[in-house]
């Protein structure tokens, strides 16, 4: 007999079926007892009324992976709508002890160090699941988008031999008796490959070594990277990035919904045209306000970040907004400074719900600009001699963005903590499971 998945069940009443999973809950009653059944597509009842079958079934310990076989009948009252009765159980794999939480209740009782130790149990619960799924949807409909947009995906090393990508720290590994290092972004191979595909795009891990210990940060995390060729400016690629950001949310809906409905998400709506401020006019807007002062300041507070997305929220009614035209001072030197305001970016930061999701901007092309660029920084341009040779062979006008994808996620499940929308996490305390 094939396996079905429990979400099946209400197709096939009147039917033997045979379906397979975990022991999710067991329920007695003084002439019943019911069985709850999980498997990746949800919820099955399994009724037991035989006496010793039930005494028998007393003894199965939570997640005890079980499979049964039975007659499937239609049920008001068992998830789904359908439930098997006459079961014959088989135990495919017992649980050496039972587990140290209760996967059945609504929500996790146990702390988030807890649920991060017992991971590959907690993880398991629906709820938790539910995040990963979001995730999951997230990816595939970023995906789809820019693949739609005539972008091809690549994938790039993580093992690198230069340190000098950006200020932030880098882990450092010994490759084969030379140095080397954990890469902390893909930019300069996404840059380089603009010169092969024009539009390309990748997603994959990063890492950076700062010895931050806050809830927003890791030390390893998804990165969903996308560069574009022959652009204006930076605007072509907010375009762009907008596309994705409703490509992922119209994903989620579609791909994600029973997800969706277990962690009553309310998903943002994409406005048509997100907002946008210029830096120096939120400072502004900030400073009227609060009655801070920020001029001077090469960068967004986090609180500031969250007054500018209540501002966006009462003023636009949107939970995304543009910060764009950051000093160039707080950017890396391959970007691209403002036409009319040399020491203004062309370059720009994407608010969600108040706190920084994406940042990006656009690009130097000219190799006669990044020589003058790093000397500026007091940068060798020989340690860059393998980027540059993209810009020594002719590179258009280009830009784009990176999203920080549990950074999304967890804004999405309103997470207090990054920790809880990544499935295994990597931090300065943390390097297990």
Not at 44 to 72: F, H, M, N, Y
Not at 125 to 151: M, P, Q
Not at 363 to 370: E, F, G, M, S, V
Request: negative net charge; charged residues 25%; contains cysteine.
């Amino acid at each position: 007999m094939p396996r079905r998945l429990v979400s099946e069940l209400a197709a096939h009443t009147g039917e033997p079926v045979r379906i397979a999973g975990w022991l999710h809950r067991r329920r007695e009653l003084s002439h019943v007892t019911f069985l709850i059944v999980r498997d990746r597509s949800g919820l099955g009842q399994v009724v037991i009324t035989e006496a010793q079958k039930a005494r028998w079934a007393s003894d199965l310990l939570p997640e005890t992976v079980i499979a049964v076989s039975g007659r499937c009948v239609a049920s008001r009252q068992a998830p789904g709508g359908a439930e098997l009765h006459e079961p014959d159980i088989e135990v495919l794999a017992a649980p050496a002890e039972a587990p140290p939480i209760e996967l059945w209740r609504p929500q996790l009782s146990a702390s988030l160090p807890v649920r991060l130790d017992l991971a590959p149990l907690a993880l398991r619960h629906l709820r938790e699941r539910a995040i990963f799924e979001i995730a999951a949807a997230t990816v595939a409909g970023f995906r789809s988008t820019l693949v739609g947009l005539g972008f091809t995906e690549i994938q790039t090393p993580k093992i690198v031999g230069s340190a000098t990508e950006s200020g932030a720290n880098v882990f450092a590994l010994d490759y084969f008796g030379r140095p080397a290092y954990l890469a902390q972004s893909p930019q300069f191979y996404k840059q380089t490959m603009v010169g092969v595909f024009e539009r390309v795009f990748e997603t994959g891990p990063v890492f950076r070594a700062e010895p931050h210990d806050t809830p927003r940060h890791l030390s390893e995390y998804v990165s969903l990277d996308a560069e574009m060729g022959f652009i204006e400016d930076m605007h072509d690629v907010m375009d762009v990035l907008r596309e994705a950001i409703a490509g992922m949310v119209e994903a989620i809906e579609t791909g994600a919904r029973e997800a969706v409905e277990v962690l009553e998400l309310e998903l943002p709506r994409v406005r048509t045209s997100i907002p946008e401020v210029d830096f120096a006019d939120a400072q502004a807007l900030i400073s009227a306000d609060t009655g801070e002062t920020l001029e001077g300041e090469p960068d967004l507070a986090p609180a500031h970040e969250r007054w500018l997305g209540e501002w966006a929220v009462r003023e636009h009614g949107s939970e995304l907004v543009f910060v764009t035209g950051y000093p160039m001072s707080k950017r890396p030197f391959y970007t691209q400074p403002h036409p009319t305001r040399p020491a203004s970016s062309n370059s720009f930061d994407l608010l969600f719900r108040g706190l920084e999701l994406v940042t990006g901007g656009q690009r130097l092309n000219r190799y006669d600009d990044y020589l003058t660029a790093l000397n500026v920084r007091g940068e060798d341009p020989a340690a860059y001699t393998s980027y540059l040779q993209a810009f020594r062979y002719g590179m258009p006008p280009h830009g784009g963005f990176a999203i920080g994808l549990e950074r999304f996620v967890a804004r999405l499940t309103d997470a207090q903590n990054i920790r809880a929308t990544t499935l295994f996490p990597r931090d300065l305390n943390r390097l297990a499971p």
